[in-house]
């Protein structure tokens, strides 16, 4: 048994804790993926360059389609592969890992098998889809949408440059590129949420006889989604059966949408649950027959409580004073547009967490 429980309020810390470092990581994984994609738009500017546009004729159209496709291929079949899942999913469970270890002080606190890791690339659903199947589909998107612009600039006579806006993008427009680096961010951020959140789950039902539950925390600013407002603070057993007065049905889980950024947090059970005769601590928790689930849930209560110097480390201290003066919220810090994060920077935040 347990050495001695831990306090309620730094389980909670450590799992937003977890979560905010992760949605920095898919920061750092949208980046690589950008870069690809932005050497796909110098290609496909160069296939586009080597031709007269204003005097080509249909075959030539179809044979910059046909190049322009094959690079295109190439490009996202090289981005299907960048997004490191399968090691961001040994993250976040080794994370959950040390985190119960610290509460419970208990050693045997287990993960998922290897194998789990080694597949989760390919089965875990990204919105009801495997990722290979959503970036094939902003693959053929994308094909669509450069020879439909092609065709379209050359009906109405345009220059090679003014075709070349169409992709890359003009003041007041955005090119096919433009779009295609959004969805693709967009995707990225899902998966990284995706795999980690999954991960946590199975690391749940793993300690099954610590755990009994989940709890949705969601960020609570002016860019959370209705969905994620609703399912706030939303409990449900680990086989997904709502608990504790929650009526929505778990489907699921986190992320519930695109670029979503809530996050589930263990309902662990009551020392009496647990064979212990021993008093629950109402301090900071909710009641003792839900478990010692901290009461003040939220991501930005979490960041209001950490002093200046916790919060300069985790954001930066620019983006760290904007914070603590109001300028800018939650959505702006995590979103990762300017502080990301890789995951041996990650690993090794990590292991100075724990006194590695």
């Known amino acids: 048994m347990a050495k001695g429980r831990g306090d309620a309020q730094q389980l909670f810390d450590g799992f937003v804790s977890s979560a905010l470092d992760i949605l920095r990581l898919a920061a750092s994984e949208k980046n690589k993926v950008l870069k690809r994609l932005a050497r796909l738009e110098r290609k496909l500017i160069g296939t586009l360059s080597e031709t007269d546009l204003t005097t080509a004729q249909k075959a030539d159209v179809n044979k910059i389609v046909r190049g322009a496709n094959g690079i295109i291929a190439t490009h996202y079949a090289e981005i299907a592969d960048l997004p490191e899942l399968a090691a961001i999913s040994l993250f976040a469970a080794e ?15 287990g993960i998922p098998r290897q194998a789990y890791f080694d597949s989760v690339a390919s089965d875990v659903l990204i919105q009801g889809s495997p990722a290979a199947d959503w970036w094939r589909g902003q693959e053929a998107a994308t094909q669509f949408k450069f020879a439909q612009q092609l065709r379209l600039g050359m009906i109405a006579g345009e220059t090679n440059q003014q075709i070349i806006a169409r992709i890359v993008g003009k003041s007041g427009q955005p090119g ?16 990284v949420q995706t795999v980690a959140n999954d991960a946590r789950r199975n690391t749940f039902n793993a300690n099954d006889d610590l755990i009994k539950g989940k709890r949705q925390v969601s960020t609570l600013d002016g860019h959370t989604s209705e969905v994620c407002m609703a399912y706030s603070g939303g409990e449900w057993d680990l086989d997904d059966k709502p608990i504790n007065g929650t009526t929505l049905p778990y489907k699921g889980g986190t992320p519930r949408h695109f ?6 947090v263990p309902i662990t ?29 939220t991501f930005d209560a979490f960041l209001k409580r950490k002093d200046k110097a916790y919060l300069d480390e985790k954001l930066g201290p620019g983006r760290a004073e904007l914070f603590r003066d109001g300028k800018i919220t939650l959505r702006d810090l995590v979103n ?21």
């Open 176 to 191: 096919i590129m433009e779009i295609a680096k959004r969805d693709a961010a967009s995707l990225v951020q899902t998966s």
């Open 95 to 109: 994370n959950v890992q040390d985190i119960l270890k610290i509460y419970f002080g208990k050693d045997a606190i």
């Open 259 to 264: 670029k979503c950024r809530s996050v589930e």
């Open 336 to 356: 990762g547009d300017g502080n990301p994060v890789t995951l041996e920077e990650l690993r090794a935040i990590a292991r100075k967490r724990r006194g590695g």
């Open 269 to 297: 059970k009551t020392f009496k649950e647990l064979g212990l005769d021993i008093s629950e601590s109402p301090i900071g928790t909710r009641a003792s027959d839900e478990g010692q689930i901290a009461a003040d849930t």
